[in-house]
C-alpha cells in the first residue's frame, strides 16, 4: 500500500500562472481533503470530498478549485496563483469523518513569486 | 466556532526531561486526536479520545482526555531526541476536523 500519495512534490510557480496537484489514495476511503500549511497558523481546510463527485469548502477555499472524479484521485487548482498561495499544502484521506483518522500525503511545497 | 488553542507553542528540553503539552477549547468535542508530524512530512495520528477522563497510553506518551471534554493533554515521560515535532491535536467541528496551530518541540540530547 502506498498510502496517500501527492504530486509534485515541490513547484515555484510566477504570479497568475495556473497549476493542479494531483492527490491519489490507495485505502478505498471515500472522504478526501487538502490542507495548506503555513507558519504559526496550524492546518487550514481548503476543500474537502465526502464521495466520488462530491466536493466541499473548507475553511479557506478562495482562490482554489477542486475535481473528484474518481475515488482515488483528488486534484486541487490554482487558476492564478498569488504570492499569498506559497504554502505547503497536504493531501488527507480518511474512512468517515469524526473520530476517524485522517491519512496524510508528504505535502507539496509550492512557492509563488 | 469550536476553536482549539495549544499550548506552549514552542518546548525545547534536554534529553530525559518531562513534559506536559495542552490542548484547550471553550467548546465540548466528541472525540480529540492527537497527531505528530515530523519535519518535511506530513502528520501522523498517535492517539484518538473519545470518553472524558479517558488516559491513554502509548510507550512514553500519556494522553488525557478531560472529564467535560473540552481539552486534551499530552505528557511526555524522559523525552528523547526522537521526539522532536509538531504536536497537533484535532477534533470534529463545523468541517470534518478542526486543527489546533500545534505545538513545536525540541529535545536536545
Known amino acids: 500500500n502506498a498510502g496517500v500519495t501527492q504530486t509534485p512534490k515541490f513547484r515555484v510557480l510566477k504570479t497568475g500562472q495556473s497549476m493542479t496537484l494531483l492527490c491519489a489514495q490507495d485505502?478505498?476511503?471515500?472522504?478526501m481533503y487538502w490542507y495548506r500549511q503555513d507558519p504559526g497558523m496550524g492546518l487550514r481546510l481548503i476543500h474537502y470530498s465526502v464521495g466520488e463527485g462530491t466536493t466541499a469548502k473548507g475553511e479557506v477555499p478562495d482562490g482554489y478549485n477542486v475535481s473528484r472524479l474518481k475515488k482515488q484521485n483528488f486534484l486541487l487548482g490554482l487558476e492564478s496563483a498569488a504570492p499569498s498561495q506559497t504554502s505547503v499544502y497536504f493531501c488527507?484521506?480518511?474512512?468517515?469523518?469524526?473520530?476517524?483518522?485522517?491519512?496524510f500525503g508528504p505535502g507539496t511545497r509550492l512557492t509563488v513569486t | 466556532t469550536q476553536l482549539l488553542e495549544q499550548s506552549p507553542q514552542f518546548l525545547s528540553i534536554q534529553e530525559g526531561e518531562n513534559l506536559t503539552v495542552y490542548c484547550n477549547s471553550s467548546?465540548?468535542?466528541?472525540?480529540l486526536q492527537w497527531y505528530r508530524q515530523e519535519p518535511g512530512e506530513g502528520p501522523v495520528l498517535l492517539v484518538t479520545v473519545v470518553t472524558g477522563g479517558e488516559v491513554k497510553k502509548l510507550k512514553r506518551l500519556t494522553f488525557q482526555f478531560g472529564d467535560a471534554r473540552k481539552d486534551s493533554s499530552l505528557h511526555i515521560t524522559a523525552a528523547q531526541p526522537g521526539d522532536t515535532g509538531l504536536y497537533l491535536c484535532?477534533?470534529?467541528?463545523?468541517?470534518?476536523?478542526?486543527f489546533g496551530k500545534g505545538t513545536r518541540l525540541s529535545v536536545i540530547a
Open positions: 484535532a477534533g470534529p467541528g463545523n468541517t470534518p476536523l478542526v
Open positions: 485505502m478505498n476511503h471515500e472522504y
Open positions: 488527507a484521506s480518511s474512512r468517515g469523518r469524526g473520530a476517524y483518522e485522517q491519512y
Open positions: 467548546s465540548v468535542f466528541s472525540s
